[in-house]
């Protein structure tokens, strides 16, 4: 009877140490594609407010922020140079909160599809008085602009013909944000690309800003897929604004409670994992703003899904984190499933389009996976990135298919369709031997199969125990 308790000891043993196996995910090749950078200006949206350099503007407009009212008031100077001036908000903005309380010198021909305000062609110096209302309580609601006794962030109006904004106090004006207040400028320098970061007092980081800034350079640098913009603004933002970020063209926000640590992840139902290189990886996607390459209906789910998915790997790369991270984080995701995602259909990403990022990171983790494997770590989804950023024309569904299969080697059809076309959620791309322990635990204790297992190994040594015991008092 001893044998039969000894045996079943074993049994359990054997099952705790057996290694979960992973294929390996080797590292990134460094890539020799040229230095290069472009101006960010041209790809701006017609609809989208922008501040020209003074050299390249007539009319000027000079900023002033009252904490006591948290109104920004723009006066407009030089209109005798032009014979008409227009400005306006779009609706986005409205419903984001963006109010114009007053407007002296214009006339409002604002409709529903935004506000537009024409200069009287009179008045000297007219002006334009913005504020934001509604503001909700912090982490409660999509609230994208703040105007509080502290600080302020604005959109720039839109306006025609192009004005240069200046603040007459303290504040900073970017090409399509206004950030109202005492504030510091960190800056770093990458190659041909600049790296700024504007954090207002009232904002407590939750890293360092040299910590940010160099994060971004090194990205700049490591994540080579293709021209970058030749500077980018990075904005650090406080409550009430919303928890996360949101990237425009080379400009971005995040929210100072974001941080470099995975173990913060899924906080507030979404994939925070370094919110500060997923806006940043944003700014790379040529294929979002520039109007040479754009992404077809069915691949529209890859502007997050990257973004997500190189938020992890950079901060790898850059070793804020490990592989047992990177593999721990990643096999989180896989089992934190929103319903049935097919990822190229936009109607099927599940409850607030969180598909795309969540299923769609899990997928580019696999598929960066399978093609280092399938070129021995010579290239990796960093070249598919380059090869639709500088792709002419809409990049489709069969266009990134063949864009894989240049980039692998191999056809990956079937392997795509199966993860991108249908609702099966794939294996992630995890680190070989990375947390071997530590996964090997999780998985007994938080799948289904695992779950088995232990209750199989616990009859076993419970079957033992019980007939050692009836042995013993025979």
Known sequence: MRRAYLFALLVLCSILITPISFSDTGTAQEQSKSDSCINPRSDIALQDGVSVPRGDANVTGRLSYDQNTQNLTITYRNLSSVDEFWVGLTTTHYNRGVRVVNATGFANLSSDIGYSFQWDGETRRPQLTLTVINQPAPRKEDHEYAATPRWGFFPVPSHSPATNLT???????????????????????????????????????????????????????????????????????????????????????????????????????????????????????????????????????????????????????????????YTYYFWNVSRTRMGQVVLSNQSRWGPNDQGQYRKGAVVLSALDQRIQNETNGQRSLDDVVYRINTHEGTVTYTDFKQIVESVAGTSLDSWLDARITTSTYPEPGLQKNACRWHLTIEQLLYTNKGRAVLAMAALTVFAAGYRIYHWRQS
């Open 167 to 325: 603040f007459a106090g303290q504040g900073f004006v970017g090409d399509q944000f206004i950030l109202a207040g005492p504030n510091t400028i960190y800056t770093a320098t990458a190659g041909c690309q600049d790296v700024r970061l504007i954090v207002p007092r009232a904002a407590n980081l939750s890293e360092s800003p040299s910590s940010i800034v160099d994060s971004l350079a090194s990205a700049s640098r490591q994540f080579d897929v293709g021209p970058r913009y030749s500077y980018i603004n990075a904005y650090a933002v406080t409550d009430p604004i919303r928890r996360g970020g949101a990237a425009q063209t080379h400009e971005f926000w995040v929210h100072d409670s974001a941080t470099f640590d995975f173990s913060s992840e899924f906080r507030g139902g979404v994939i925070p994992a370094n919110t500060w290189l997923h806006e940043y990886v944003h700014t790379r996607q040529l294929f979002v703003a520039n109007t040479s390459v754009l992404l077809g209906d069915r691949m529209w789910w890859f502007t997050e899904a990257s973004a997500s998915y190189y938020a992890v790997e950079l901060t790898t790369r850059q070793q804020y984190a490990g592989p047992c991270e």
